[in-house]
């Protein structure tokens, strides 16, 4: 039986399992499918506080796992398939195995939103892609011009650093103007390489007849007007959805899917409480994240002691 399970290992995840465990209540992680988080698919961190210079997202998430190890988390690379809240001891099928647990931790995070045009499906890993720091450096987009998607702070983050590989990067968005932060979309105006194009959205990423990306269709949203701009590579940034699904039914959500958290970071059910950004669609942030771990473990540690007593 374990004390405190915690599902996710971003931010929200390993800062719940460092707090947990040293409160000596050996917190086993369950990693998933994309061990670190979001965080480990972007470049440098620059608003982690305690990093002056940045931090490499993979470092982070690296020093924060063995920060939550070295006072005694265990973790398991599982992916939870189903959970049963209405048991308790609460109940957890990962990779087909039954872990029962006193307290669930839910830190799942959020996955990348598609945008569901025809080619988008077909033509991912061959030049459509969510992911410029996994992918930007691959041949095929060596000295091409280059797509990216969005008007975020994911999209500039995307669109600057592809600014190293791309002959000319793109930046196609909905609107005329950037929703991404100040200092970001400063960056992006002021950078040559980067070219915007306003008002406008992808109908479809070309080419299904080759297998690979040649282009978008693009449709500006004012005039109507279509046309085809010719590119290697497409970088989806539109922003995040929340990895819920196997707690439908068991925990209250929003039409979003995110996890509704009653006081604190308790949910519907009481002993499960939830972190990060599967139950935060405002703030988002790496630094969030971990201070929503940090108030799930303290609440599943007062849950604990108040069943003991
Ligand atoms: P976001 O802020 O939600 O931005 C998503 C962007 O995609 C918006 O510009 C949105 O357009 C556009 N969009 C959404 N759906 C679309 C669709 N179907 N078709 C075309 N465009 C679509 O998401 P994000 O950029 O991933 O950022 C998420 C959070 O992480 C934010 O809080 C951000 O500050 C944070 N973040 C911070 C950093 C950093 O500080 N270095 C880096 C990355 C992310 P509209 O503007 O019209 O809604």
């Known amino acids: 039986m374990n004390k405190v399970v915690i599902i996710g290992s971003g931010c929200a995840g390993w800062t719940a399992a460092l707090y947990t465990a040293r409160a000596n209540l050996e917190p086993l992680v369950l990693m998933g499918c994309q061990p670190g988080g979001l965080l480990t698919t972007t470049s440098i961190v620059e608003n982690f506080p305690g990093f002056p210079e940045g931090i490499d997202g993979c470092e982070l998430m690296t020093r924060m796992q063995n920060q939550a190890k070295r006072f005694g988390a265990m973790s398991g690379f599982g992916t939870v398939e189903g959970v049963n809240f209405k048991k308790y001891p609460f109940e957890l099928t990962v990779d087909g195995e039954l872990v029962r647990a006193e307290t669930v931790i839910i830190a799942t995070g959020a996955s990348h939103k598609h945008l569901s045009v025809p080619g988008e499906e077909k033509l991912e890993t061959k030049g459509v892609t969510y992911c410029a720091t996994c992918d930007g450096a691959l041949p095929i987009f060596r000295n091409k011009p280059l797509v990216v998607v969005g008007g975020g ?72 007007a279509e046309r085809i701009l010719e590119c290697a590579g497409v970088f989806i940034a539109i922003g995040h959805m929340p990895n819920t699904g196997i707690f439908k039914g068991q925990v209250e959500m929003d039409d979003n899917g995110f996890i509704l958290r009653k006081h604190g970071s308790a949910t519907s059910v009481p002993g499960v409480f939830v972190a990060g950004d599967c139950s935060d669609h405002v703030y988002r942030q790496a630094i969030t994240a971990a201070g929503m771990g940090c108030a799930a473990a303290i609440d599943a540690e007062r849950f604990l002691a108040a069943r003991n007593e």
């Open 153 to 224: 702070d994911s999209a500039c983050e995307e669109a600057l650093y592809l600014t190293r590989f791309g002959s000319e990067v793109f930046l196609v968005h909905r609107r005329d103007s950037l929703r991404a932060s100040r200092i970001m979309a400063e960056r992006v105006h002021a950078h040559k390489t980067i070219k915007p194009i306003w008002d406008s959205v992808v109908t479809e990423i070309l080419d299904l007849r080759h297998d690979a990306v040649t282009g978008v269709r693009l449709k500006n949203l004012k005039t109507n």
